[in-house]
């Protein structure tokens, strides 16, 4: 089955520093992309970037890049210069496969001022 | 304009009643899609219309039915309401039913459904 595995519940991280969030995946399929999302406390689903399985550079929109190691089947993203506005749930999930789509449990980030 | 609407925003009802959400897209895409959020946070897909057919189709009870009149609405009929139901159901939508970097995946607002 696939897999998509955030290890980390939650995480403190103080404003104007860089935060890791870890996400790991588990597929046997070559084609397949991977996404991340921000849900903030009034809940909405916000997409924030993507990286597909073939795309050779790691993907950066803004403030986000993605830390992607194909060989380790992993998917970090990075959120430099934290804001306040930052505080969230993020969610890092995959399609793969026939119109297959896994969520991974999220991690809470609390930007402190 | 909203792109993903969903409505109602909140439902509380009985167990045993039978309720549907409704789900529209102006952005004109071909695929939508049903995930339910539980208490926990964790998001699971339901189901995924692509031109009106149905091409995702979890273990989700068979109280749960989706109908994609048209391809700018899927809606969610849930039957016979459980306690374990109680959840955030969000609607979203995309171009095709493959999302990549230019055809990502709209949410809506979500509907909070809460069972007695």
């Known amino acids: 089955a696939q897999k998509i595995t955030q290890t980390q519940p939650g995480m403190f991280v103080q404003e104007k520093e860089a935060v890791t969030l870890d996400c790991t995946y588990d597929?046997?399929?070559?084609?397949?992309?991977l996404f991340w999302y921000k849900q903030p406390s009034s809940g909405e689903m916000i997409f924030l970037i993507y990286?597909?399985?073939?795309?050779?550079q790691n993907a950066t929109e803004g403030r986000y890049s993605l830390n992607f190691q194909k060989a380790r089947k992993s998917a970090n993203l990075v959120i430099s210069a934290s804001q306040l506005g930052d505080s969230a749930m993020y969610f890092c999930?995959?399609?793969?496969?026939?119109?297959?789509?896994?969520f991974g449990a999220g991690t809470t980030v609390t930007v402190r001022a | 304009d909203t792109a993903v609407s969903q409505t109602p925003k909140y439902l509380v009802t009985q167990m045993g009643n039978d309720k549907s959400i409704k789900c529209e897209q102006n952005?004109?895409?071909?695929?939508m899609y049903w995930y339910k959020q539980d208490s926990k946070k964790f998001l699971k897909i339901m189901f995924s219309?692509?031109?009106?057919?149905?091409?995702i189709n979890e273990t989700v009870p068979n109280r749960f039915s989706p109908k994609s009149p048209d391809k700018a609405h899927l809606n969610l009929h849930i039957n016979s309401l459980e306690l374990g139901d109680s959840a955030v159901y969000f609607c979203?939508?995309?171009?095709?039913?493959?999302?990549?970097?230019?055809?990502?995946?709209?949410f809506g607002p979500g509907t909070r459904l809460t069972v007695l």
């Open positions: 999930a995959m399609w793969w496969g026939d119109y297959k789509l896994s």
């Open positions: 219309y692509n031109n009106k057919e149905l091409i």
């Open positions: 979203a939508s995309s171009l095709t039913p493959a999302p990549t970097r230019s055809i990502e995946q709209f």
């Open positions: 597929t046997s399929d070559q084609s397949y992309g």
């Open positions: 952005l004109g895409h071909d695929t």
């Open positions: 990286q597909g399985s073939y795309d050779e």
